[in-house]
């Protein structure tokens, strides 16, 4: 039950947000009881919390880092990862949609002006992004595949800050070319830092 509890909540938090998420539609879609869901979680917020962590560092260290693993060279993993985004599924059998986002992003600006454990989570998750891909730079400047001439870290804050502001112009626009057309124009950009 936990896991449905989970996985119900953040498909709520991705397509209404956290402060139009009913609860009593959650808990019928769920399939459970206010009591059932007390016996895991003590709020909406606390499940909607560990929803969050679950599903935002989940698909970082299984969808990011599995791609990363498969690739020595990290743009070749990263052309991998934009190349499959938009068919990715982020929890059991939620899809990731362009219309509603980046779930991430969505929960970010719905909530981390407003609620300071939001804030530490989200930023925790956002850190965890930036220091899986600045990982994976700077093993690619180690093993002589791309320049030493940047710092990582501001690459990958880049990379992740490109990422993010492409899906939130795909949610605007609803219109695929803009994902395609930025996120070549990324892979082209970094490939001027291989060697």
Known sequence: MRDILVQTMFESLYHEGYNASNLID???????????????????????????RIVGEGFIDHFWAGCFARHDDPIRALEEILKALPNATIIGECPFDFKHGCPLNHMIQEMSALDEDFKILLESIMDRWIALIAENLKKAQN????????EPTRMAQFIVSSVEGTLTLMKVKHDIRIYEENTELLLKMLKVERI
């Open 26 to 52: 959650l808990l019928k879609k769920a399939g459970t009881s206010k009591g059932g869901m007390y016996h895991y979680f003590g709020s909406k917020k606390e499940l909607a919390l560990e929803s969050m």
């Open 143 to 150: 093993g002589g595949i791309m320049e030493a001439s940047f």
